[in-house]
């Protein structure tokens, strides 16, 4: 149990540096998507669908610890703007997908906030 935990702490201590990143390029394609398309910005959309994955799979991996003290992460709200967010990516229409984005970058936000409060705790 005690190495559980340290694999989610370093996970996080992993992510938090990641998150802020993400959040940055979650921010600057927005715009692209709103209309300020750029020649890159089907790879930059994929490279952060990537990265939202990758971040899906730490949170999954690491509620246990995020919620321990108290919830930080509502697995609900969660699930419902990633939903919204593929399905705007399935239907492949610029705008919808920056709505969805615009929508989706606080759950993010939230995530790297409760990874450095957590860290905080266990340090």
Same mark, same amino acid.
């Given at each position: +149990? ?26 600057? *394609? ?31 991996g690491t +509620? ?10 509502? &697995?609900?709200? *969660? ?20 709505a969805s +984005? &615009? ?9 790297? &906030? ?10």
């Amino acid at each position: +149990m005690e190495d559980m935990r340290a694999q989610q702490i370093e996970a996080l201590e992993v992510l938090e540096d990641y998150n802020k990143r993400l959040i940055k390029s979650m921010k600057n *394609i927005i715009p692209e998507l709103e209309g300020d398309r750029k020649e890159d910005t089907d790879k930059f959309l994929d490279e952060i669908v990537k990265g939202i994955n990758w971040e899906i799979g730490i949170l999954n991996g690491t +509620m246990t610890l995020l919620n321990e003290s108290r919830e930080r992460i509502h &697995k609900e709200d *969660i699930n419902s703007s990633i939903l919204k967010l593929s399905k705007a990516l399935e239907g492949k229409k610029d705008s919808e997908i920056a709505a969805s +984005m &615009k929508e989706t970058l606080p759950v993010f936000e939230n995530f790297g &906030k409760a990874a450095e409060e957590v860290l905080e705790e266990v340090k």
